[in-house]
């Protein structure tokens, strides 16, 4: 019967097993964006956990277009040794290590970017364009060469022994920008219909699969829908699912929503749905009926019990996990063996909801929780807000308040 310890060889993809850790960013990049020690012990913390595929934070592929201050940066100026520390580290017990490669477009806080580059000269909404800039649309030699440092990055992420690329193309970031007829509304080769759209994402995949060979893996996390009025839906998902399917990708994670409409954090999910623990599990059931890849679903999932049951249902081949592996860094020795566990991620607060907001501790508490095991302490479920509120300001200074996700 297949279980979370179920090894997995499908193609180009193998695990140990069927936990899967989703990115989430660790704020863990120096002042070169170049990865810190704190990456490489908390990498081989999970490995030593035994997850089976670990997917890095979101590594940017420019340095002149940061999504976040800490982010780390994958490039031609980047210090290579301390990439080869981290993946070194990382390659413990059979565990592996993916880079999430990215670029953010628009979705730049306003401190970091006076004027970002995006599909269209369209600002985020929902009041978040008072943090973000509006943006600049690219013109074709400036998606050309973003197409470029994508493969650039790739070829150096397997270089430097990560064990396989995935393409941020969820949450808002360019990608998804390119994908959303909301926020491209270009009339070139790059927008003006869901074909031309998808372009961009496809023409990302083919240079870093060209970069890579054929034998190195490469996948993409994406939105089974934006869920906003105009943004990027199921049908269209689907489409871009079974095109990149069809041209050779080995694996599709499935999350969803933007920050301007967080679904993959648990909002606009009907009861029922978070009962179930999977938000995307209904889309990738119909999705399976499409794809022969490796697919993933993440969100929601906190216990063995419906970690196992979403994988005999056959929608997904891997459990896609976050949060409580923040807190959990155990979780898939926890989870594999003992069929009742359950993981409880907490719902960390200052006791002010004005704090709370401001320092988006739905965010940096997990962060603090990931750098304490980065410095070789163990996760503090019981960890105080406030701690969380002044660990930020320490490492980021005037940028701790600053809105850094649309």
């Not at 870093?208 to 994406?222: Q, T």
């Not at 749905?273 to 679903?297: G, M």
């Not at 409580?324 to 898939?332: Q, R, V």
Request: net charge neutral.
């Amino acid at each position: 019967m297949l279980e979370l310890g179920t090894p997995l060889q499908h193609g180009a993809i193998s695990s140990i097993n069927r936990v899967f850790k989703s990115a989430m960013s660790e704020q863990l990049g120096d002042k070169h964006h170049n990865p810190m020690p704190e990456q490489a012990r908390l990498y081989q913390r999970w490995a030593e956990g035994q997850v089976g595929i670990c997917v890095s934070g979101n590594v940017m592929i420019d340095r002149s277009a940061l999504g976040e201050p800490g982010n780390v940066v994958l490039d031609d100026h980047s210090d290579l040794d301390a990439f080869r520390q981290w993946t070194s580290a990382a390659d413990r017990q059979g565990s592996q290590l993916w880079i999430q490669l990215n670029h953010p477009g628009k979705q730049i806080p306003a401190a970091l970017a006076k004027v970002p580059l995006a599909p269209s000269a369209i600002p985020l909404g929902r009041g978040l364009e008072k943090s973000f800039n509006t943006p600049r649309a690219m013109t074709e030699a400036e998606i050309r060469a973003t197409i470029n440092d994508f493969a650039n990055a790739a070829k150096l992420a397997k270089q430097v022994g990560f064990k396989g690329v995935q393409i941020h193309g969820a949450h808002g970031y360019l990608v998804s920008q390119f994908l959303s007829p909301r926020h491209n509304q270009r009339q070139d080769q790059w927008g003006g219909n869901a074909e031309n759209r998808m372009r961009f994402v496809v023409e990302v995949y083919h240079a870093i699969r060209a970069a890579v060979g054929d034998d190195f893996p490469v996948g993409i996390k994406l939105n089974s829908a934006d869920f906003m009025k105009d943004g990027f839906d199921e049908s269209e998902s689907m489409a871009v699912l079974t095109t990149l399917d069809n041209a050779g990708i080995d694996l599709i994670e499935i999350s969803g929503g933007t920050y301007e409409s967080p679904s993959m954090m648990g909002a606009n999910q009907r009861q029922s749905t978070i009962d179930r623990e999977a938000y995307f599990l209904e889309y990738a059931e119909q999705a399976r009926k499409q794809v022969r890849c490796t697919l993933v679903v993440t969100g929601g999932f906190r216990s063995s019990k419906a970690m196992n049951a979403a994988l005999q249902s056959g929608a997904t081949d891997m459990i896609g996990l976050g949060r409580p592996l923040s807190l959990y860094p155990d979780l898939a020795k926890l989870a594999i063996a003992d069929a009742g566990f359950i993981a409880d991620v907490g719902n960390p607060t200052t006791g002010v909801k004005g704090v709370d907001r401001a320092a988006m501790l739905s965010i940096t508490w997990y962060e603090a929780q990931l750098r304490r095991i980065g410095r070789g302490k163990l996760p503090k479920p019981n960890l105080s807000g406030w701690y969380a509120v002044f660990d930020t300001f320490g490492r980021l200074g005037k940028h701790a308040f600053v809105k850094r996700r649309g």
